[in-house]
């Protein structure tokens, strides 16, 4: 049977005269294949098989001239490892997996590569090529598994969903072909390649050349958006493939089917404005309304839609989730608070919360459209009775406030559908056509300030909502995709962005920056924070803590591809802690070892946290189950009748919790033991959201438990557990129970941080149990120990009923756990 004709399977430019084909195999033929570029380049200038690097840099594997298997990172294309850090080793089926760690023969070195510096290893390549579809991956020396980038070619996901790398024995390397062009092409123009005189004959499709590389690291400095300037306007949007960029400006909303329009000019400067287009009119405009339209190639993966009304990415206000945009004064939005002393991350108390779930029941007189927003909200934080000051946290972490998809006003909506990152959510305004968010969002800040509370946003820059307006400003530019054009999903929301893409990285930036210095926010919240990258992460950090260098950053460090708070160890972002959620949530029901419980009490030591308030522990946030639904012995996981082992459990939790180093974490409403009915996901049940505070005075016994614990973990006391280095080997000393999984622990063992000692012990058995930890421990003394807390309760300073006394074999009850202070 004749062998089937080469396809081209995707093709892109590496300059704007250089550039690869990828073939669907190796080429065998005698002499190289023959392609063609349209009219612009009916024939390349050369072509030559590629040598190693650009298969290292999409396959991460190649065969090269003298037949040995070569394995191969290359930091300088976007990598979050540091080669002078870090050990490598390349892993798989071939290997063991986990195996090859440590292993002298599976580590890659430094070595050139086409004059780059790359991680390579090499060996015979027939035990990798048989049998055909082996999977590998790179792990570091602690055991940090690298992730896929979103257009890596040769990805397949394993029976546990987990992302790996194939090796196809048909695309060793000479199935890329790098080509060199005598003439510059030309973005703006629809860009292909096919076969030279064969797709004339057979009808075969031509393959859309997109940009690579060098496109997406295209920027510009100049500043972006409506920019008021005393008597002048300037409108500047960056849109580096367009052919034509048109905008439009009405001053009333009612008028914008007659609204002016103005076409802008490409700079064609050498000033670093490469891709900008600009106009400049003669006139203050702030508050009048506008909006783009971006015109381009009509076909392929990058098309424009030249009808299409584009939301400003650098709108500072917007009228509702497509716009229009707003023209603000930066005099007129002004500073927000600058008062407030942002807490040390190891002091923090956080509290996940929604805008809108705060407010709508809030015991406050406010008017129903207040209460859908900044200004209900700002009524209940200055509040005498404002719930989550008398719980004691000292920090908010506010669930999206930035314009997202919302229809109406109305309609309840998480926010995690970002169409906006400088503008706040329109839906949370009572006249968003005024930019009355602004000032809504800037007082209701100053407001949690007042209370003592930093306030952080969560930020979503993974994905964007809809309308995707970057999509139609750039859609190869801002979105990772596929040779075909089909837009990577690894975000789950339908697309993700690019965020290594230059200007990707500072709307990124730049944002922040204006939610630093126009709202006076504490810091962030990177929802999905894996799908921009480690190397992204460093840069964000360095940039807003040259402007707030006690900036809060935590990363939700994970996506549908991978993980990476191992790869964040060595930055200055802190990670929720999803292994210390699962853990706990099995703990504290009988499941688990008490040693693994250990390591979370340590604050998950080394390889998720290098530092103390690196790792943010929690057990209950907006996504999936309430923490009451998901340990409840209910049927149907519906927790709002709680029983009584519910509300044990829930007591040793919040003990762990608050005994664990790292930064602690709750849900609004968890310290009341808040039900959603055994719902998992609720993004849109505002119903199902909305606190209901009567519920605390059920729950009031839970509530103060989980109170008296925040107040003693920020006593002068309680600094044993807020650690802001690692502590010394000897600070803790653990105690187990062969058998069983109840432990107790000493902190501050060693006296090493004063003569204070803590003993806290937890047993989340149904059977009373003993444990052993000695007279030198229990001391000479009855009084030794003083005990400040158990399961139900902590006692006052004088003391009320019975106490547990320590004793050499302490005594622990069925789910019970006790707290004790000793003075040496």
Not at 110 to 130: C, I, N, S, T
Not at 493 to 507: E, I, Q, T, W, Y
Not at 738 to 767: C, H, K, M, W
Request: hydrophobic share 40%; proline share 5%.
């Amino acid at each position: 049977m004749a062998e089937a004709p080469y396809r081209i399977v995707r093709a892109w430019l590496e300059s704007l005269t250089t550039g690869v084909v990828e073939l669907d195999r190796d080429w065998k033929g005698k002499t190289p294949p023959r392609f063609t570029f349209g009219d612009q380049c009916p024939a390349p200038a050369g072509l030559a098989a590629d040598t190693g690097l650009m298969a290292a840099c999409t396959y991460r594997y190649f065969v090269n001239a003298k037949g040995e298997m070569v394995f191969a990172l290359t930091p300088e294309h976007g990598s979050e490892i540091d080669p002078a850090r870090d050990i490598l080793y390349v892993a798989g089926d071939f290997n063991g997996w986990q195996a090859a760690v440590g292993q002298e023969a599976w580590q890659l070195h430094p070595e050139k590569l086409d004059g780059e510096q790359v991680l390579l290893w090499r060996g015979e390549a027939a035990p990798f090529l048989k049998p055909a579809g082996q999977r590998f991956k790179f792990v570091t020396s602690e055991h940090h598994w690298l992730s896929l980038a979103d257009n890596a070619p040769n990805w397949v996901r394993d029976e546990q969903g987990n992302l790996n790398r194939v090796i196809d024995p048909a695309r060793t390397g000479r199935h890329l072909w790098r080509f060199s062009l005598n003439q510059a092409l030309d973005l703006s123009e629809s860009l292909s390649v096919a076969w030279a005189g064969r797709s004339e004959a057979t009808g075969e499709a031509a393959v859309p050349l997109v940009p690579g590389r060098f496109f997406h690291e295209l920027k510009t400095d100049l500043p972006l958006g409506a920019l008021v300037r005393g008597s002048e306007t300037v409108f500047r949007l960056f849109a580096p493939r367009a052919r034509s960029v048109t905008l439009f400006l009405c001053h009333e909303l009612a008028a914008r089917t007659e609204a002016q329009q103005f076409p802008l000019a490409r700079r064609e400067d050498a000033d670093g404005a490469a891709g900008v287009w600009e106009i400049a009119l003669g006139s203050n405009l702030h508050g009048w309304f506008y909006w783009y339209t971006v015109d381009g190639v009509r076909e392929g993966p990058g098309k424009f839609e030249p009808e299409r009304a584009i939301l400003d990415p650098y709108a500072l206000a917007t009228v509702q989730f497509d716009g229009p945009g707003i023209v603000l004064d930066h005099v007129w939005i002004g500073q927000g608070d600058r008062t407030f002393q942002t807490p040390a991350w190891h002091d923090l108390i956080i509290v996940e919360a929604h805008v809108r779930d705060l407010a709508a029941n809030a015991p406050v007189k406010a008017l129903p459209e207040e209460r859908r927003g900044f200004t209900g909200l700002r009524r209940w934080v200055e509040s005498p009775d404002f719930y989550l000051h008398h719980l004691g946290v000292n920090c908010v972490e506010l669930q999206p406030v930035q314009a997202c998809d919302r229809l109406t006003a109305e309609e309840y909506h998480w926010g995690y559908m970002t169409n906006n990152y400088f503008a706040p959510e329109s839906g949370y305004s009572l006249a968003p056509e005024a930019a009355s968010g602004v000032r809504e969002l800037q007082d209701l800040v100053t407001a949690f300030h007042r209370r003592g509370m930093a306030v952080l946003l969560d930020v979503v820059y993974n994905h964007v909502g809809v309308p995707a307006h970057l999509m139609f400003v750039d859609r190869l530019y801002y979105f990772e995709q596929d040779a075909a054009g089909n837009l990577a999903n690894f975000s789950g929301c339908g697309n993700d962005l690019r965020a290594r893409s230059a200007m990707a990285k500072r709307l990124i930036i730049d944002s922040c920056l204006h939610l630093i210095e126009a709202f006076g926010v504490d810091g962030f919240r990177f929802d999905l924070a894996e799908l921009l990258g480690a190397d992204v992460l460093r840069d964000i950090e360095t940039a807003l803590k040259r402007v707030k260098p006690d900036v809060i950053l935590i990363a939700e460090p994970w996506s549908f591809r991978g993980h990476i708070a191992g790869a964040l160890r060595d930055t200055g972002w802190a990670s929720w802690n999803d292994g210390y959620r699962d853990f706990v949530r099995d703990y504290v029901r009988g499941g688990g070892a008490g040693d693994r419980m250990e390591y979370f009490l340590r604050g998950s030591p080394w390889y998720f946290a290098k530092w103390p308030a690196q790792t943010v522990n929690y057990t209950e946030s907006h996504d999936d189950r309430t923490w009451i639904d998901m340990i409840t012995e209910n049927g149907g996981n519906d927790g709002f009748a709680p029983t009584a082992r519910d509300r044990a459990r829930t007591h040793l939790m919040a003990a762990l919790l608050f005994m664990s180093i790292g930064i602690p974490m709750l849900s609004a409403g968890q310290d009341f033991l808040r039900s959603k009915h055994g719902v998992n996901n609720t993004y849109l049940r505002g119903d199902l959201n909305a606190l209901d505070y009567r519920r605390l005075y059920r729950h009031l016994g839970t509530h103060a438990y989980f109170a008296d614990w925040i107040a003693f973990r920020r006593s002068e006391t309680g600094r044993l557990l807020r650690q802001h280095t690692r502590a010394s080997e000897g600070f803790f000393r653990f105690f187990h129970v062969p058998g069983s999984t109840a432990f107790a622990a000493v902190y501050n063992a060693d006296l090493s941080q004063g003569a204070e000692r803590l003993l806290f012990a937890i047993n989340p058995g149904f059977g009373d149990v003993t444990i052993p930890i000695g007279a030198g421990i229990a001391g000479e003394t009855a009084d030794a120990w003083e005990q400040l807390a158990d399961h139900e309760r902590f006692f006052a300073a004088e003391g009320h009923g019975a106490m547990l006394p320590v004793e050499a074999e302490l005594f622990v009850p069925a789910l019970g756990c006790g707290l004790w202070l000793s003075e040496e």
